[in-house]
């Protein structure tokens, strides 16, 4: 089944404790890309990457990394993860551009307390 | 610089009602994309619909239709005789060529009561 899979779905943690969250996509997708949703502000665009070893920020890169270095995975590394990054995550694939349509993950709700 | 404006926060209808979601966006490029994305109480988060900006033709798709004007830079989105499974929140979203954005509206809530 072609799938985005995206692990966990959720996950507390606290100040400071670094943390990965997985994204896999078994599509042969070229694009892939990170979003978060916060209540009353859409998603928006954390990172994203055109190929493997191309990776650029969106509209909201602080406070993150990612790496690719594989097509199928594009993992999403909060080395210090702050409150304010509590939020609903999604990574999302295509077939070759953000001007595609996207299949997105299942999410991870991140809390950090 | 490329926004998209979903003015309605949230709609309450009632079963078999029509309702219409609002898409305005605002963007400088001649070339781009409009996409509709659902996101049911469960959470993920589904395609809809995408459309070019050379192709103005309305879409419809069973009970889903789009209306796609660029005189007035709306993508609006419009549900025929609605029922409880279309309670969602629906998303606007707006790309092009010429800068490597997605940029999504803040979202519709849609409840439809039986």
């Known amino acids: 089944e072609a799938q985005v899979t995206q692990n966990p779905r959720y996950l507390i943690t606290v100040t400071g404790k670094k943390l990965t969250v997985t994204c896999s996509q078994n599509?042969?997708?070229?694009?892939m890309s990170w979003y978060r949703q916060d209540p009353g502000l859409g998603l928006r665009q954390i990172y994203y990457?055109?190929?493997?070893?191309?990776?650029d920020k969106g509209d909201v890169p602080e406070g993150y990394k990612v790496s690719r270095k594989e097509k199928r995975n594009f993992p999403l590394i909060l080395e210090s993860p702050s409150p304010n990054q509590t939020s609903l995550y999604f990574c999302?694939?295509?077939?070759?551009?953000?001007?595609?349509?996207?299949?997105f993950g299942s999410g991870t709700q991140l809390s950090v307390l | 610089a490329q926004k998209v404006t979903q003015a309605q926060t949230e709609i309450s209808v009632v079963e078999k009602e029509d309702v219409t979601l609002d898409c305005v966006y605002e963007t400088r490029d001649t070339t781009y994309y409009l996409f509709w994305y659902k996101q049911p109480p469960s959470g993920e988060l589904v395609f809809l619909i995408r459309?070019?900006?050379?192709?103005?033709q309305n879409e419809i798709s069973g009970r889903y239709s789009w209306n796609f004007q660029k005189s007035t830079s709306s993508f609006n989105f419009t549900i025929t005789a609605s029922q409880v499974v279309d309670s969602a929140v629906y998303f606007c979203a707006l790309s092009s060529y010429n800068t490597d954005k997605l940029i999504f509206g803040t979202g519709t809530r849609l409840q439809v009561f039986p």
């Open positions: 990457s055109m190929n493997v070893e191309v990776t």
């Open positions: 459309r070019n900006s050379f192709d103005e």
């Open positions: 599509m042969n997708h070229e694009y």
């Open positions: 999302a694939s295509s077939l070759d551009s953000l001007n595609e349509k996207l299949f």
